[in-house]
């Protein structure tokens, strides 16, 4: 079997695989059929095996970001995959966890070098940031445009006036490894192994939920991914 790492349903309906190990799968929703893309020695070949972020954008492309092959992009049209190797770290590879489009910049948040910002036309890198610590695990646009950061050890928000961070202290030094925003404009972020942290933008509360109290009734502080479904309920891996 596949391990799937990601899930992403583009513009047209088909719905994105990210795997580990195994590339990337599309499900074909119009066509009822699977292309697989694998990584292989033709140039038209996806880089990288685990396939940890994708994020669709507006021209008919998919950007792919993997753990051990960097960026990718995907022309859903022409079927072609452009490969971006301006990424690079002491150890060799970019491990890419998560990906935004902002505006027509790229944000590309990396386990071990950091945040890049990248023109997405151009393929030109605007800037880098560096954290605490640089091993970011998650990112997020928020329907108002913030963007939010979550690291191994914390929640960052962006102040696009200053240019700069904001650390969420009532969230802590938490591992955030998933964000969400619900249809109430709350955020969700997913901890791996300390619960989940319900978020007030607005009014800056953080309301946390763990194994220890039982009135939620959380199985476990590990947590991967959510999903608000039609009735607003929200699901949690």
């Not at 971006?84 to 790229?106: E, F, P, W």
């Not at 610590?133 to 928020?142: E, F, G, I, P, Q």
Request: charged content about 20%; glycine content about 10%; hydrophobic content about 30%.
């Amino acid at each position: 079997g596949r391990k799937v790492l990601c899930l992403t349903k583009d513009n047209e309906g088909d719905i994105w695989i990210g795997t580990f190990y195994n590339g990337l799968n599309l499900w074909m929703e119009r066509e009822h059929n699977y292309l697989l893309i694998y990584e292989n020695p033709s140039d038209n070949s996806i880089k990288g095996r685990i396939v940890r972020s994708i994020y669709p954008d507006e021209t008919g492309g998919v950007w792919i970001g993997t753990e051990d092959g960097g960026l990718n992009r995907f022309d859903i049209s022409s079927r072609q995959m452009q490969k971006y190797d301006i990424l690079s770290t002491t150890n060799g590879k970019t491990d890419i966890q998560a990906l935004v489009l902002d505006n027509g910049v790229l944000w590309i948040a990396t386990y071990d070098d950091g945040l890049y910002l990248m023109n997405a036309t151009t393929g030109k890198i605007l800037k880098h940031y560096g954290f605490p610590c640089d091993r970011n695990a998650s990112l997020l646009k928020t329907s108002d445009g913030e963007i939010l950061v979550g690291t191994i050890h914390g929640l960052y928000s962006y102040d696009r006036k200053n240019d700069s961070f904001k650390y969420f202290e009532k969230v802590g030094p938490s591992f955030i490894h998933t964000l969400m925003q619900d249809s109430n404009g709350s955020v969700w972020a997913g901890t791996y192994g300390s619960g989940i942290c319900y978020i007030n933008l607005h009014s800056g509360n953080v309301h946390k939920i763990t194994t220890r109290d039982s009135r939620y009734g959380l199985t476990s502080d590990f947590i991967t991914s959510f999903y608000e479904d039609s009735s607003r309920r929200l699901w949690v891996t």
